[in-house]
């Protein structure tokens, strides 16, 4: 069982908005900052938020992130067709000394 | 802009070592205050943290894998790299190099802040 759970698959149509949520149950990770990375098929991973909310020079403003208490969730609304790929909640864990990732989210565009 | 290319063996026989570099191109890996860290991916599952190293030589490793894992850092050749030892199937996964966790000397405290990713190398266990 992960600290970092992700439901596992999540779909909207094009324009739709769709968020994707994290849940953090671990008190030794719900106080840091949570971060979002999307991996296209085939890719490397790409952050896509970081510290809870903000986005990286070059990350359209479709993409938000949220956190509140245990839990943290990534919206896209104006959904395309090329937002199809996994996403990945992650935040540092305290006891571990090192980062977790959430299972990840498959994101379907139909 | 910089950017990470993993390489090395893409099969590895069972109970031998894993053994996989990673390029820094477009920077030098010892300019600014980043860690460089290692994370894989089994087919079919998340991403998990294998360990950082800073260029100092400083390491930390998931405690999972840390009886099995040594990272290390060449500044000259701008590469560091990962040997997983006693390797199994279960170590079959794509291997990805990064940029990252980011410390923040104000909070003391570290982030997963990972950037940028290295494309990924499929690397297989079996016989």
């Known amino acids: 069982q992960s600290v970092l759970t992700q439901t596992p698959s999540a779909s909207g149509t094009p324009g739709q908005r769709v968020t994707i949520s994290c849940s953090i149950s671990?008190?030794?990770?719900?106080?840091?900052?949570v971060y979002w990375y999307q991996r296209l098929p085939g890719t490397a991973p790409k952050l896509l938020i970081y510290r809870n909310n903000q986005r990286p020079s070059g990350v359209p403003d479709r993409f938000s992130g949220s956190k509140s208490g245990t839990s943290a969730s990534l919206a896209i609304s104006g959904l395309r067709s090329e937002d199809e790929a996994d996403y990945y909640c992650?935040?540092?864990?305290?006891?571990?000394?090192?980062?977790?990732f959430g299972g990840g989210t498959e994101l379907t565009v139909l | 802009q910089v950017q990470l290319q993993e390489s090395g063996p893409r099969l590895v026989k069972p109970s031998q070592t894993l053994s996989l570099t990673c390029t820094v191109s477009?920077?030098?890996?010892?300019?600014?205050?980043?860690?460089w860290s290692w994370v894989r991916q089994p087919a079919g599952k998340g991403l998990e943290w294998i360990g950082r190293?800073?260029?100092?030589?400083?390491?930390a490793y998931n405690p999972s894998l840390k009886s099995r894992v040594t990272m290390s850092v060449d500044t000259s050749k701008n590469q560091f790299s990962l040997k997983l030892r006693s390797v199994t199937a279960a170590d079959t996964a794509v291997y990805f190099c990064?940029?990252?966790?980011?410390?923040?000397?104000?909070?003391?405290?570290?982030?997963?802040?990972?950037?940028?990713w290295g494309q990924g190398t499929l690397v297989s266990v079996s016989s």
């Open positions: 992650a935040a540092w864990d305290d006891s571990l000394s090192g980062p977790v």
């Open positions: 190293i800073y260029t100092s030589g400083s390491t």
């Open positions: 477009g920077g030098s890996i010892s300019s600014g205050t980043y860690y």
């Open positions: 671990s008190s030794n990770v719900g106080k840091n900052y």
């Open positions: 990064a940029r990252g966790p980011y410390y923040s000397g104000s909070e003391n405290s570290y982030e997963a802040w990972f950037d940028p």
